[in-house]
């Protein structure tokens, strides 16, 4: 799907955000959480680029810092053309309507007083659609695009199970016909059964309506599935990003290749030698010094403590961040 | 081999507005030794029957309305207090999904592992603390003792699901239930808490009912597989047969709709509708809404069981084959 002259929609430009902790009034060091640190990304037109990461990694800041809905440390993100960190308010709304987000849980993202119908209709009396039956027939005509039956628009969300919920965060991200959506793990709150009509139902409607998605999610078979690029996220750092085949075959990244070796594969006759990832994450607010995954990885050499490693290309659209990535993998 | 647990016929029903039948007549048999995966999905009655084996179940509003669950020949419900008392954390110890909501968060993690071993065992608060650190220890926890000293908040979800299984198998019980213990977890997580109960299980021969939603970990711990759908039990095999012939429509289904990390598809092949209700479960068979393959009889009448070799099913399709092929 991917193609080299599509236009450029998203750019994101060694952003970083980090959190303030321990906000004494006067404490000697301030302290932060270094939830993205200098993450840059390209997005290009109709494309699906997926994130992936355990959790922690900064996934989630990373999509709510390309909203604005947190404020970003530094750094430079372009929308279509436009400098969105530079926006003021109102410049801000405009491009909001161009990217929307569907957050994980649909069970807190929809508000309980509301009826289906008011939640999907929101968005356009926020963006000034001020004509009653217009708003109608565009609440409508998303209920098409998202299988939902007309009759549930004045309907609550307690009535729904957690897949139409699901429909519904989706039908509010769709009615102001947006350019961009991200996606905050929008299946993983599902049931197996459930979870493959959302994700069909997501790549259906990109077809239709040629959306571009960030797709964030920490499951790598639903990454695999949807994606046409995938960059692997580790302590809000980016450790490898490449097209979707290449990235699964070919992992040049060791994190890469041992997230991918302990996922269990539902088939008993595969019999697999898990390389399986000692310790823990380290602490996001205190991560370790030269490469952050030295402190897990198997191949930890001397440069790995002292040195961090930079972003490299290793093939067309293949960038690693490993020292040693030629000799391991 | 032989029957540890045996579950005939268990019926459990929670009385809120309405009568939710969560389990509706389920019966299956866990051997010494193996380890047997419980699939479903949401509202399948996967837990409620692992806590019916514990006693677990708050009545009210939950009642057994009927069956039994032996252990060692033994019916379990017929159990008071406590006989349960001594069963629990000895013979039979349970993991959960949530270890934060499972351990007491003001206690230290090494005295809330050392109290069955104060119960069962009589050991005195020292010993247990000192040997709450070697179970610690066998579960792979880096530094037991500054663990065995933390507060459960102090600990990452990976250590507080290891201090559940070390808690559960301080008294060396014969058989352990494990509640979805990795679906809060990440995968690289996952893949060291498998390890540990594999482990576990290679050293002590204990017998695992492992309740899990994900084929994946099925595919990678499992001896034999019972597949749950809306209260019942759909599908009963062992591991390798289950996954190469799924014979029920559901197994089938539920195999074909998860996308694989070993392998690109186009489109996923979708279970339509959504998981029943357990206020209103479908008459006939139960996943007759949602079945493709569905005929005229599925929709009144419920499919019995029937039983082919090692394995189990509930669909009329199966049974059909099944008396055509006798004829």
């Known amino acids: 799907m991917t193609n080299l002259n599509q236009r450029t929609i998203l750019k994101v430009e060694n952003l970083k955000t980090y959190f303030e902790i321990d906000k004494r009034f006067i404490s000697r060091q301030k302290k932060y959480v270094y939830a993205v640190d200098d993450v840059s990304l390209d997005v290009k037109e109709g494309e699906t680029l997926g994130i992936v990461g355990e959790s922690g990694c900064g996934k989630s800041t990373l999509l709510h810092s390309i909203m604005r809905t947190v404020p970003v440390t530094s750094g430079r993100i372009e929308f279509d053309g436009k400098d969105v960190l530079s926006l003021n308010k109102k410049e801000l709304r405009q491009v909001r309507k161009d990217k929307q987000i569907i957050f994980q849980d649909p069970f807190s993202s929809l508000d309980p007083r509301m009826t289906i119908g008011e939640i999907i209709e929101e968005p356009l009396i926020v963006h000034g659609v001020t004509d009653v039956a217009e708003r109608r027939r565009r609440v409508l005509e998303t209920f098409e695009y998202v299988e939902l039956l007309e009759d549930f628009y004045y309907r609550y969300p307690h009535e729904f199970s957690g897949g139409q919920r699901q429909r519904v965060s989706i039908a509010r991200s769709l009615v102001l016909k947006p350019k961009l959506i991200l996606c905050d793990e929008p ?4 049931d197996v059964s459930i979870q493959s009509q959302i994700l069909n139902l997501l790549n259906d409607l990109q077809k239709q309506l040629d959306l571009t998605y960030i797709f964030v999610s920490h499951a790598l078979n639903v990454i695999r599935h949807v994606s046409d690029r995938v960059c692997v996220m580790y302590l809000g750092k980016v450790l490898e990003t490449a097209d979707v085949e290449e990235l699964f ?9 041992a997230l991918l070796s302990s996922i269990p594969i539902p088939d008993p006759t595969v019999n697999r030698v898990h390389a399986s990832i000692k310790g823990e994450l380290p602490s996001p607010s205190n991560p370790p010094s030269g490469c952050r995954f030295h402190t897990r990885c198997p191949y930890v050499k001397d440069k790995c403590i002292n040195e961090e490693p930079v972003l490299e290309e290793k093939s067309s659209s293949h960038i690693v961040a490993c020292h040693f990535s030629d000799e391991i993998l | 081999m032989k029957k540890l647990l045996e579950i005939k016929n268990l019926e459990v029903c929670f009385y809120l507005d309405s009568a ?21 999905e949401s509202g399948c009655g996967k837990s409620v029957t692992s806590l019916s084996i514990m006693q677990l179940v708050a009545t009210p509003p939950g009642r057994y309305l009927n069956g039994e669950i032996l252990y060692r020949g033994k019916n379990l419900l017929g159990y008071s207090t406590d006989e349960m008392t001594k069963i629990r954390g000895k013979e039979i110890s349970m993991i959960f999904q949530e270890p934060m909501t499972a351990l007491n968060p003001v206690h230290r993690v090494g005295k809330q592992i050392g109290e069955a071993l104060r119960i069962h065992e009589g050991y005195d608060k020292k010993e247990a603390f000192k040997e709450s650190i070697e179970m610690l220890k066998i579960v792979g926890v880096p530094d037991p003792v500054r663990c065995a000293n933390s507060f459960p908040y102090q600990l990452s979800g990976g250590m507080r699901q290891r201090v559940m299984i070390a808690m559960a198998i301080s008294c060396n019980p014969n058989m352990l239930i494990a509640d979805e213990p990795t679906t809060a977890l990440d995968v690289t997580i996952q893949q060291q808490i498998l390890d540990v109960i594999k482990n576990l299980k290679t050293k002590t021969g204990m017998t695992v009912m492992f309740i899990t939603h994900d084929l994946g970990v099925v595919a990678e711990i499992a001896d034999r597989v019972v597949v749950m759908y809306a209260g019942k039990v759909v599908e009963e095999a062992c591991v390798k047969d289950l996954f190469a012939n799924p014979l029920h429509p559901y197994t089938r289904a539920l195999l074909k709709c998860i996308p694989r990390v070993d392998e690109k598809r186009d489109k996923l092949d979708d279970i339509k509708g959504i998981v029943p209700n357990p206020a209103s479960f479908p008459s006939g068979c139960r996943f007759h809404p949602r079945c493709e393959e569905a005929i005229k009889i599925c929709k009144t009448i419920v499919p019995e069981e029937v039983t082919l070799g090692d394995r189990r099913v509930s669909c009329h399709l199966v049974t059909q084959k099944a008396k055509e092929c006798r004829l």
């Open chain 1, 187 to 190: 299946v993983s709150a599902l």
């Open chain 1, 249 to 257: 075959e070919r992992p040049k990244h060791p994190y890469t290749a």
């Open chain 2, 20 to 40: 939710i039948p969560a389990v509706d007549g389920v019966s299956f048999d866990v051997y010494e030794g193996e380890t047997l995966c419980v699939v479903g």
